[in-house]
């Protein structure tokens, strides 16, 4: 006959405190950290303050706490099923009610404010550590002072003394008892539910079964305890095994932080790792390693729980020792090509003037959704023994692509583009999985809309955009006035500079500093309008050159160039002398932009080799 029942109590509110002081409940390892904020937010989200609120007005729970005592750990081993929130509400009223009813002290520290002394604040600590029962079972203040040591701050406030003493002995006690006369923590009853005789898988399935419909449990918390069991597989690696039990062991430390109850302890030594401490603490530890690699949220499934589930087809008696080693394998495989990548385009060799920390934390912005999917993509090529050159080419091209986009203005455009970006999450059900299931059998697809000639329309449609003569002007009163403030410039216009420099320059012209400048200088006047900063006008040079050259003729770098060697670099970007002569004139040292007809075919005639030149090196050309 079974031993298992459910079993259907009222506790007051001062024996779950009894129960919780004396180490009787603990928090199983599969129950959710806490989540409710002391006081209610903007949303109204669930917080405790409006719970405390709640239970002075029904002076009932209603809803039961949720409690489970596993025969093989004790009846007095009480695990916590469901209502954590609840019960860290609770205990933090009557641990510190000031901190969870604060208005019904607000009388009290005006009372305070008043009192002339340097320690006002250190005495508003004192009544604010005061738990619920200090309060009500306040008889002499000046004993409570010297119980903690602070009968020196008591006479600083014995000016005020008829006041505070009228508030702590008689307004305050009012107010946090129930209608003004009994007390909250024997008054108020909590509905209870004990599941006895079941062990500890049992109670792990109990927490699925009544969260499994709950909205405000995320699908990652319910694999806590759908996981729980999952643990027939070995990790073959073993120093890669005790850095990832590290890494599990942080999880429930830090999981364990300011909970109420004794929380369950992950044993590094004896401990098995289980499927859901494997990806959490996997994931965790792959954040420490990549930057674009988040840790493990609670917002939805994360990063390495969605492409396991996609890559194995279910995240349920999945976890078999062939899978979860090959899973290690791949994302490492992965994780360090796009860290190669990423390393290559946004990399510091360039100093920040030209290249700087805004680029190089572009990686930081990729989505989960857009990783599923280049992740996915890399194990992909993977499998078919792609080279690695290869697929760094071609996740490159698409990253770009992607980055870019973002720079364009027009909404319309900016959204036609999107059409042919193979990272960009669209929405609707199931979208990440089939994309990432074709991908992972074709990885080749992961390019396969965006033809050399999309991506060249997309830098021309760029160029274009950012081409604002009429921006470099204030409209005000008198007329137009010439904006000398330069423009920042935008990822696109970078990465076109920077690719013709990989292309063009010798590797040793690295070691030094760049800047990017002008061609014609920045402090150029000029008639009519046109845009100064447009891509087409901009160089970056080695900083040493450009300051000596300042805002002179042209000709000025030749000066330090015997020093460097490399103008002959750039050769194609900087206009011969006679061309540039035609353009502008350096007349009384005030540099002058005379035919601005010439000035736009300059431009469009860099614009042009910066974007052919960067296709070139994308489509290997």
Avoid at 208 to 232: G, P, Q, V
Wanted: hydrophobic residues 30%; charged residues 30%; positive net charge.
């Amino acid at each position: 006959m079974s031993n298992k029942r459910v079993k259907n109590e009222q506790w007051s509110i001062k024996e779950l405190i009894d129960k919780i002081n004396n180490k009787e409940i603990s928090k199983p390892k599969y129950q959710r950290k806490k989540k409710w904020d002391i006081t209610p937010k903007k949303d109204n989200t669930p917080n405790e303050k409006s719970y405390i609120e709640f239970l002075y007005r029904t002076h009932n729970s209603v809803h039961a706490i949720t409690f489970g005592q596993d025969d093989n750990r004790g009846k007095q081993n009480i695990q916590n099923i469901d209502g954590n929130n609840r019960i860290n509400a609770i205990s933090h009223f009557i641990k510190t009610p000031f901190e969870v009813l604060e208005d019904h002290f607000k009388d009290l520290f005006k009372i305070l404010d008043k009192i002339n002394s340097v320690n006002v604040d250190e005495i508003k600590d004192i009544f604010k550590s005061m738990s619920y029962t200090d309060i009500i079972r306040m008889k002499r203040l000046s004993d409570y002072f010297e119980s903690i040591n602070k009968k020196e701050l008591y006479h600083e406030i014995k000016d005020k003394l008829k006041d505070i003493e009228n508030e702590i002995y008689y307004n305050i006690p009012k107010k946090l008892k129930i209608a003004g006369d009994y007390e909250f923590d024997s008054y108020v009853k909590i509905n209870v539910n004990i599941f006895e005789g079941y062990d500890t898988d049992e109670l792990c399935k109990t927490f699925e079964d009544i969260n499994k419909f709950n909205s405000k449990l995320t699908e990652i918390e319910l694999l806590a305890s759908r996981l729980h069991n999952e643990i027939d597989f070995e990790i073959y690696d073993k120093s890669f095994e005790i850095e990832l039990k590290n890494h599990i062991l942080y999880y429930y430390t830090t999981k364990a932080d300011d909970e109420v109850l004794p929380c369950y302890e992950y044993d590094i030594i004896n401990d098995k790792i289980n499927a859901h401490d494997f990806i959490v603490g996997f994931q965790n530890l792959c954040n420490q390693k990549y930057v674009f690699i988040e840790k493990t949220d609670v917002n939805g499934l994360s990063l390495f729980f969605k492409l396991y589930k996609i890559i194995y087809r279910s995240l349920n008696k999945s976890f078999s020792s062939k899978n979860v080693n090959e899973f290690i394998d791949n994302i490492l495989y992965s994780c360090d090509i796009l860290q190669a990548i990423s390393k290559k385009i946004f990399t510091d060799t360039i100093n920040d003037k030209l290249f700087n920390a805004t680029c190089q934390k572009k990686i930081e912005t990729l989505k989960k959704n857009n990783l599923v999917v280049i992740i996915g993509c890399i194990i992909g090529f993977k499998s078919k023994k792609a080279a690695k050159s290869h697929i760094e080419t071609e996740i490159t091209k698409c990253l770009l692509y992607h980055f870019m986009i973002d720079d364009i203005k027009e909404k319309v455009k900016r959204e036609n583009y999107k059409k042919y970006d193979s990272i960009t999450y669209r929405a609707g059900g199931g979208f990440i999985e089939n994309t990432v299931s074709k991908i992972l059998s074709n990885p080749e697809k992961i390019n396969e809309y965006l033809p050399e000639e999309i991506f060249t329309d997309m830098i021309k449609d760029l160029i274009k955009e950012n081409n604002n003569p009429d921006e470099r002007y204030i409209n005000n009163d008198t007329g137009s006035k010439k904006k000398d403030k330069r423009r920042k410039l935008k990822f696109y216009e970078k990465m076109l500079m920077f690719y013709y420099y990989k292309q063009e320059l010798s590797v040793n012209m690295f070691q030094y500093k760049f800047s990017i400048e002008h061609i014609c200088p920045n402090s150029s006047e000029w008639k009519g309008k046109l845009d100064k900063d447009r891509p087409g006008n901009l160089i970056p040079i080695i900083a040493e050159m450009n300051i000596s050259r300042n805002n002179k003729h042209i000709k000025k770098y030749e000066k330090m160039d015997a020093k460097f060697g490399f103008l002959k670099f750039i050769k194609n970007i900087i206009p011969k002398y006679t061309d540039y002569d035609k353009i502008i004139n350096h007349d009384n040292n005030k540099p002058s932009i005379i035919n601005n007809k010439l000035y736009e075919i300059m431009c469009q005639k860099n614009e042009k080799i910066y974007t052919e030149n960067f296709i070139k090196c994308l489509y290997n050309k």
